[in-house]
């Protein structure tokens, strides 16, 4: 016969019960606060339970196109802080090359061309307006030769350029058949021409300076030899140029060859170029000339078509003299043979020069008289230095053969050997074992963030931006025929990396991120930034680089951010004011770790008093 339990027994098992659920949110409520406190890193047991939480899935972030409205990472007890648009006049506002402002500048040596941007007081905070209608750019390589209309609506080029096949519009979009100045039966043909002398297709070229490129369509067309050109040219008349540029999916800047020196290294590029880029290159005791020449890598090419080469032919289509054009390419023949360039071709209206490797095979060097070389002992601090007429010296070698600061394998092996720069110790404090460590761990992060943006390495994202590049690890990690990163080296850095990033194999700008970048608006799919806000921590203010970050972030465009999680509580703040969807990730290594990881999405909405999609 089954004994009964009494109501004594009843109240006994229940009031253990309730002790156990007490007891066991006692343990997991202090086993929680022992991990946020930090106390238990390395624990086993902590470790073992963080592994298995899944810290990548955003259930509320989407990259995908047109996103609805979502929550953000969390509901900060303080107010958020919303910006309100800009007018629709300042929809492609670029801020230090505003027309207005330049306008007040001398145009001798095309200063008021150059940077000029507003002070504190001048700066907009408000969000800079997409225009009406704008649209997704289309993917790549469909984007080289298409654009539409709404992203971009200047016509006058398809006017100004029709003969020359810059560009034509069609419709609702504009058209891009590849012709220039020089090449107006295409791009492909004049590469083709230039490769006959130019080692384009062994890598052995694989980065290149367009000096003055129009819409790019030389840069463009060398994307698919695995060349990636940076190019350039003044915001000015000829308007959009630099933002047609970056539309079609290529890389490109807004800038001149004024009076202060290019925002390059020294012996950076492996090859220079100019068609009919109307620069006075025999001017200043050839002083431009002696800026690309500062930049080209030691055994570069400096390509230049167009007047005055061949003018005993095409003085007449020129609509100049005989003499003044003959004195002209008389000039640009003395300066290069005092800058020790060879000249290795002249066919039709194209002249190649090809500089030489090093000093001791420069005989004209050793005589001192004739060379006014710079004073400066170091030829990457740029930063508004003002340009000088005086030779940039070459690294010194023990013998005629050797290539002066260090020979550069072909493109893609030189992607993750070891820069010469940090081989032969010209980067102080950086060793090769750095290096090396700084490149696997970039190739670490880089997994975890396409974990959570799949997007990431499949194309989507063609014009990407790392705002404090080092080495270029993020860049190197991702790099593809897909896309191109513009690594950007912040001038109040302690050390000059952006050469490191050029030997390489990328490309890339030094900046200040106090100012705005030389760019159009809505010219970024992807940015990315590491330690940029502890970097700029009270050197200026967070929410004016996030209002530029805005500025050149298109619609719908992904923003990936790494920094200490104090500062990122706070950029999250002000991210969120800007019609931006974020989520606050763990490092990959856990939430031990107090580096953090934003992820951000612009929200898609446009100009016309139009807010963002519901």
Sequence with gaps: MAVKGGPTDSRTRSTVSICIVIGMCVFFYTLGAWQKSGFGKGDSIALEITKRTDCTLLPNLSFDTHLSKQGSSGELVSPVKKFKPCPDRFTDYTPC??????????????????RHCPPQKEKLHCLVPPPKGYVAPFPWPKSRDYVPFANCPYKSLTVEKAIQNWVQFEGNVFRFPGGGTQFPQGADKYIDQLASVIPIANGTARTALDTGCGVASWGAYLLKRNVLAMSFAPRDSHEAQVQFALERGVPAVIGVLGTIKLPYPSRAFDMAHCSRCLIPWGV????????????????????????PINWKVNYKGWQRTKKDLEAEQNKIEEIAELLCWEKVSEKGETAIWRKRENTESCPSRHEESTVQMCESTNADDVWYKKMKA??????????????AGGAIKPFPSRLNAIPPRIANGLIPGVSSQAYEKDNKMWKKHVKAYSNVNKYLLTGRYRNIMDMNAGFGGFAAAIESPKSWVMNVVPTIGKIATLGAVYERGLIGIYHDWCEAFSTYPRTYDLIHASGLFTLYKNKCSMEDVLLEMDRILRPEGAVIMRDDVDVLTKVDKFARGMRWSTKLVDHEDGPLVREKVLYAVKQYWVGGNQTASA
Excluded at 98 to 109: G, I, T, V
């Design 284 to 307: 200043n005791d050839g002083i431009y000339m002696m800026e690309v020449d500062r930049v080209l890598r030691p055994g570069g090419y400096w390509v230049l078509s167009g007047p």
């Design 390 to 403: 005086c030779v940039t010296p070459l690294p010194d070698v023990e013998n005629p053969s050797e290539v």
């Design 97 to 114: 090359q505003d027309q207005n402002r330049a306008m007040k500048f001398p145009r001798e040596s095309m200063n008021y061309r150059e």
